[in-house]
């Protein structure tokens, strides 16, 4: 068994974080397992240094303890160039030119899709207006969802413990894989560096259950082994809200400086027990 976690270094680690490291730790460890740490810094806006000192500090805190060194994603681009250009061969991918707002005003036309999924406005561009476009504006690039998923056909996944599901990734529509800002987005990044690391069991919150499904697809593209999944419970705040980073009480940071003890603190997270106001939500 490999596990693994993957923050990213755009703020600081909550509880939710410390729960699905844990877990993953933990699940490595009961079967003499590997347990790896990526750093999800891709984002070259938003990541600081400081959140990645700040990260392994909260673990080291926690008792969580990783083999080898951490993986960094902005040392990985090549990997994700490489992916992309793939599916570009293939045609399974295109550039789009949309802004936001022109995204937006396309779904609220009378003629646009009724949904929130891209319409494909970009879908339909001939080669020669594509090629003339690259050349001057910024861009981002969509995987053409329904080419796609007529090549790679079902795709079964297994939930641990709740059976094997099929993805069902054309309810994603055509979602972005390099966004006009970075390389790669977390759907593809994730993929190819899950593979690469070996992964074996993918540890995670449920609210990326849905992302399961574009993963999947991805997989099947690329020749990618399918991992096992377990997709875990979210802690919550007071408000029954699933935590973010903007959650400054919450923090491994706010919670070591006062005083509390990171072995018994990840002792009760792994027996379900969390601090006065948290929850979990089922998954």
């Known amino acids: 068994?490999?596990?693994?976690?993957?923050?990213?270094?755009?703020?600081?680690?909550?509880?939710?974080?410390?729960?699905?490291?844990?877990?993953?730790?933990?699940?490595?460890?009961?079967?003499?397992?590997?347990?790896?740490?990526?750093?999800?810094?891709?984002?070259?806006?938003?990541?600081?240094?400081?959140?990645?000192?700040?990260?392994?500090?909260?673990?080291?805190?926690?008792?969580?303890?990783?083999?080898?060194?951490?993986?960094?994603?902005?040392?990985?681009?090549?990997?994700?160039?490489?992916?992309?250009?793939?599916?570009?061969?293939?045609?399974?991918?295109?550039?789009?030119?949309?802004?936001?707002?022109?995204?937006?005003?396309?779904?609220?036309?009378?003629?646009?899709?009724?949904?929130?999924?891209?319409?494909?406005?970009?879908?339909?561009?001939?080669?020669?207006?594509?090629?003339?476009?690259?050349?001057?504006?910024?861009?981002?690039?969509?995987l053409d969802m329904e080419k796609a998923a007529d090549v790679a056909g079902d795709l079964p996944w297994e939930e641990q413990g709740k059976g094997v599901r099929l993805a069902d990734p054309r309810a994603h529509g055509d979602v972005v894989l390099a966004r006009k800002d970075a390389p790669a987005s977390y759907h593809l990044a994730s993929t190819v560096d899950d593979a690469a690391m070996g992964v074996t069991h993918i540890i995670r919150g449920a609210d990326l259950i849905a992302s399961t499904d574009v993963h999947r697809l991805l997989q099947a593209l690329l020749g990618l082994r399918t991992p096992l999944y377990r997709h875990h419970a979210l802690v919550c705040g007071a408000d029954g809200k699933r935590l973010a980073k903007r959650d400054a009480a919450a923090s491994l940071a706010a919670l070591r400086d006062s005083g509390v003890d990171g072995r018994a603190l990840a002792a009760d997270l792994l027996g379900g027990r969390l601090p006065t106001g948290y929850s979990l939500q089922k998954a």
């Open 1 to 142: 068994m490999l596990t693994r976690f993957a923050p990213s270094p755009t703020g600081e680690l909550h509880l939710g974080h410390a729960y699905s490291a844990l877990l993953g730790f933990d699940a490595a460890c009961a079967v003499g397992g590997a347990f790896r740490l990526r750093i999800d810094d891709i984002d070259g806006s938003r990541s600081r240094e400081a959140y990645v000192a700040a990260a392994l500090a909260d673990l080291a805190w926690l008792g969580v303890a990783w083999d080898g060194e951490p993986l960094r994603q902005s040392e990985r681009l090549a990997a994700y160039q490489a992916a992309l250009d793939d599916l570009r061969a293939r045609d399974l991918v295109y550039p789009c030119f949309c802004t936001r707002a022109d995204i937006a005003a396309s779904l609220a036309a009378p003629h646009g899709s009724s949904g929130a999924l891209y319409p494909g406005t970009c879908r339909h561009l001939d080669e020669a207006t594509r090629e003339h476009r690259l050349a001057a504006e910024p861009h981002c690039w969509r």
